[in-house]
């Protein structure tokens, strides 16, 4: 299969213009694959949202000139050059992306700015790092472009960097000695352009800016820079493919940059040149304006593909076609639809919490989110995202299914943002062939899947089934971690517990949880009195009984099948098989610790580099089973459970400020963890915020852990389910929420409810819930007296209210109100 690069992007999607036509995974649901289809035949994509008031979102009900007071309250703002910006991990750079095309902005310099380009689908090998974290397969960086004022000095004060979280731009002030240069840089949503729109104060001199394009330092991958006829820069790129038995994926990247509406007055290079770099000159007299454009083109299949791949020369000519295309109508047309995907991302949902610490966390982690994925993008976002500046990231940026990939999805769909898990649905579901045929081999039912992987097997054919192997063999299988399969699938089991996509259910999930039960009920062993998960892992590198997670995801995946067996009408004669499994199944291991019972990481631990069962200071896998992400647990559940994880959490004092794997791997995870616990709230607010402190960078408004990437973005969740929670078939509003703090949210309850409500005063009013699917709504009442009354469109609607529990039958599209 082969697939192409060169993006559309719809309403809240961005969609890949020649992967339908030549073979290209496009899963996603129904609607999804309508949008894509209707985007690719419409070719060029209008304003998302046209016509829409400029207030009030009629879908969510909310102020888009509230949002946009708040978000420019947590901007990321400097007022001197960015430093660490070129890294093999998560950089400190501004950031701007539209799912495929990632752009770090940052220098070193105040005279000029740096723009490094990264592609979702640009992956190869990474075999000439050093690092001794380099994985072999690797997502790589395209190259470059510098802005520069050529011989300026810089002037003593006046420089700045601003991302605008609203308008999703970065603005960078070149404050020199006789001029002041301002440049707004954002990437388009409608195709693969980076778009820098340049003036200089009036008044100031003249200034005689360079734009460079410069390929990595790396020449192991086949590359070439240039200019044509005076009017382009161009850079191409090639993987390491041809020849090396290791990398499956071939992969090929452009881009093409010039002056909208005017000319270099010089380049350097030619249409030939296999140089590393190449430079176009342009003056900007005081008080005017130009406009840089950046067009991008990749490719990437099968090295076994029989299909003809377009040359490098071939995709540059593609990207220079397009870029002197560009005018000033285009970037007009492109600058509207960007401004409205992103007031359209603004609006699906909100938090106000009055703490503008929170606030700054979760914005600016909501930004990383719909920056770094987007339905139909080639592929799902890496460790780093798009945002590469050298050829050796850090464990190759590949998906790792052990916790990270997963993160980054935490928040989102609570946060009404479901669609922006397409690419990563796609890669999961399209991954199953393969690893079920390792899981066949090792003599196992059902499909277990490895820790860590790329995204090559998009761009392959599937292959058959293989049958079962007559004997099992556990060493055999994808990973020492068997929970990494049901892992993967928890974004895609929230997708159809958030949006209740019938369609969904049928065709996609149910079909993978059916091979996700197989493995658990095969993988278990009866020691005469209960099912136990032995040679598995809890961290890397184990051989362990009963891990924690294993129970936990085990549990999650049988419960899901017996609700949605009986949604569908099938498998019922499986119900009393999966109701005994459940009922037989190990209980969560749990031990003393001073003197109270704390959950286990697992039964048994057989791992020389983690001999204790129990780990203060380190990341609480010990509850992600059956806390969170695992959700077989949460306020209102079994007192029990909650007590061992309340015990659990005070006995570890693992809260991302110190030392080891509670900053490490654990900041997605121990603060949600506690929310769905039940921590005290004033506290975990304290706890939450010192935390973020702690690993924040200030370039970027962002927090970093030493154990990953982007996915600290997913404790987007602990905000979420701090102000409300849908576990157990119930909406909490305010479960864990400082009763002297005011807020106010709105948020998508599982159900797809999205759910409104404020606390004032320690009181809530009222609570608004529309229905996005249809089906009953279950709230748990935020007052006393435990009475209720609901209301739509100012009409009453049968109740019933029973153990401070309001219920009701709703109407998909219909908005309730529900009062005292």
Not at 104 to 115: C, E, H, N
Not at 407 to 431: K, M, Q, T, W
Not at 720 to 739: D, H, K, Y
Request: hydrophobic share 40%; net charge neutral; glycine share 10%.
């Amino acid at each position: 299969m082969a697939t192409n690069g060169n993006a559309r992007i719809g309403r809240r999607a961005l969609i890949g213009g020649a992967a339908a036509g030549v073979g290209a995974v496009l899963v996603g649901t129904a609607a999804e694959q309508a949008s894509a289809a209707g985007s690719r035949s419409a070719g060029v994509v209008g304003a998302v949202g046209a016509g829409r008031a400029a207030g009030t979102s009629a879908a969510s009900g909310i102020s888009w000139p509230a949002v946009q007071a708040q978000l420019a309250a947590v901007n990321p703002h400097v007022t001197k050059p960015i430093s660490g910006v070129v890294t093999n991990k998560y950089t400190t750079g501004m950031l701007l992306g539209n799912g495929d095309l990632g752009v770090v902005v940052g220098d070193s310099s105040a005279t000029q700015q740096t723009f490094a380009f990264g592609k979702s689908d640009f992956w190869g090998d990474d075999r000439k790092s050093t690092s001794p974290l380099s994985w072999q397969n690797s997502i790589l960086p395209i190259g470059k472009l510098t802005v520069a004022a050529s011989g300026a000095s810089a002037a003593s004060s006046g420089y700045s960097m601003t991302t605008d979280l609203a308008g999703a731009a970065v603005t960078t002030v070149l404050a020199l000695s006789n001029a002041t240069v301002t440049m707004k840089s954002w990437t388009a949503d409608n195709d693969s352009v980076l778009i820098t729109q340049l003036s200089s104060k009036s008044g100031s001199s003249s200034v005689t800016l360079a734009a460079t394009v410069t390929l990595p330092v790396d020449k192991a991958y086949p590359s070439g820079s240039g200019s044509i006829n005076g009017t382009q820069l161009w850079l191409t790129r090639q993987n390491n493919s041809s020849g090396n038995g290791n990398v499956s994926l071939q992969a090929t990247a452009a881009s093409a940059t010039q002056l909208v509406g005017a000319k270099f007055t010089k380049t350097s290079g030619t249409k030939t040149s296999s140089q590393t770099s190449a430079t176009g000159t342009f003056t900007l007299a005081g008080g005017a304006t130009a406009t840089l454009v950046t067009v991008f083109r990749s490719h990437a299949q099968d090295v076994s593909d029989p299909t003809t791949a377009p040359t490098p020369t071939q995709l540059r000519d593609q990207a220079v076609s397009a870029a002197a295309a560009v005018d000033a109508s285009w970037v007009s047309s492109a600058a509207g639809t960007h401004a409205a995907f992103w007031q359209d991302f603004w609006t699906q949902s909100n938090v106000v919490v009055g703490d503008s610490q929170l606030e700054a966390y979760y914005f600016n982690a909501q930004y990383v989110l719909g920056s770094a994925t987007r339905s139909g993008a080639p592929t799902a976002p890496s460790l780093w995202a798009q945002w590469l500046t050298n050829d050796t990231p850090n464990w190759g940026g590949r998906y790792f299914l052990n916790y990270n990939e997963e993160a980054l999805y935490y928040g989102a769909f609570s946060s009404n943002h479901a669609d922006l898990s397409e690419p990563y649905r796609r890669v999961i579901y399209n991954e199953v062939p393969w690893q079920r045929n390792t899981t066949h081999g090792a003599g196992y039912q059902g499909t277990a899947f490895q820790r860590s992987m790329t995204p090559f097997h998009l761009y392959e054919k599937q292959p058959a089934t293989a049958p079962v192997a007559s004997t099992k063999d556990y060493t055999k299988l994808p990973a020492d971690q068997k929970s990494n399969a049901t892992f993967a699938a928890l974004p895609l089991i929230w997708h159809w517990e958030y949006t209740r996509d019938t369609a969904y259910l049928q065709t996609q999930l149910y079909p993978l949880l059916k091979e996700l039960d197989a493995f658990w009920r095969d993988f278990a062993v009866w020691d005469g009195k209960r099912w136990v998960f032995e040679h598995s892992s809890a961290h890397e590198g184990g051989d362990d009984t009963n891990p924690n997670l294993d129970l936990g995801f085990a549990r999650k995946v049988v419960n899901t099948l017996l609700e949605t067996s009986a949604i569908l009408g099938v498998d019922a004669n499986m119900q009393s098989t999966w109701q005994s499994f459940l009922a037989k199944l190990s209980a969560y291991p749990t031990g003393t610790y001073n003197g109270v019972t704390v959950f286990y990481t697992a039964e048994v631990i057989n791992n020389p580099s983690l001999p204790d069962k129990f780990e203060p200071g380190n990341q609480p896998i010990n509850m992600e089973g059956v806390i969170f992400p695992g959700e077989q647990c949460s306020i209102g559940g079994d007192a029990n459970l909650l007590q061992y994880a309340i015990n659990s959490l005070t006995q570890m004092n693992s809260w991302g400020v110190t030392s080891g794997g509670n900053s490490n791997n654990g900041f997605p995870k121990e603060f949600t963890i506690a929310a769905r616990a039940g921590w005290p709230a004033d506290d975990l607010v304290d706890k939450f915020k010192a935390s973020i402190a702690y690993l924040w960078r200030a370039g970027n408004d962002t927090d970093f852990q030493g154990g990953g990437g982007i996915e600290t973005s997913g404790s987007i969740e602990t905000l979420n389910s701090m102000l409300m929670q849908s576990e157990g078939g119930a909406i909490r509003v305010f479960p864990c929420w400082p009763t002297s703090q005011d807020a106010s949210f709105t948020l998508l309850a599982k159900g797809a409810f999205l759910v409104n409500s404020a606390v004032s005063g320690g009181t809530v009013a009222s609570v608004g819930i529309t229905s996005q699917a249809g089906g009953n709504a279950t709230l748990v009442l935020p007052w006393t007296g435990g009475t209720a009354t609901v209301t739509a469109d100012g009409t009453s609607v049968p109740v019933t209210v029973s153990g401070g529990r309001a219920t009701f039958a709703t109407t998909a599209g219909t908005t309730y109100k529900v009062t005292p």
